[in-house]
């Protein structure tokens, strides 16, 4: 098992920033790929950002520039850099685990944490 604990989600006004972090424990493994996925009303859960064990990044095209997915493998966390935050990025962020073996996708999920941009 893994445990994602999320923090540092709350209220922003448009054009702030905003740092996302999510410690990870438990059954973890060395080449666990790790993501921020967002989840707006009424809509479909999304990839933000993703990174592999090795630091390689991958980002939706609505947060290419403005947001930054870092790892820290010694501390076991996950953290993602949020800058010139729109209303549109308002979503409940979960932090993920993917793991694969031979026969399947294994995902793990945090709690989430409410981001809400707005004057």
């Known amino acids: 098992q893994v445990q994602l604990v999320e923090s540092g989600g709350g209220l922003v006004q448009p054009g702030g920033s905003l740092k996302l972090s999510c410690a990870y424990s438990g059954d973890i493994r060395s080449d666990d790929a790790m993501g921020w996925y967002r989840q707006a009303p009424g809509k479909q859960r999304e990839l933000v950002a993703g990174i592999t064990s090795g630091g390689i990044t991958n980002y939706a095209d609505s947060v290419k520039g403005r947001f930054t997915i870092s790892r820290d493998n010694a501390k076991n966390t996950v953290a993602l850099q949020m800058t010139s935050l729109k209303p549109e990025d308002t979503a409940v962020y979960y932090c993920?685990?993917?793991?694969?073996?031979?026969?399947?996708?294994?995902?793990?999920w945090g709690q989430g944490t409410q981001v809400t941009v707005s004057s």
């Open positions: 993920n685990a993917k793991r694969w073996d031979a026969l399947r996708e294994y995902n793990y």
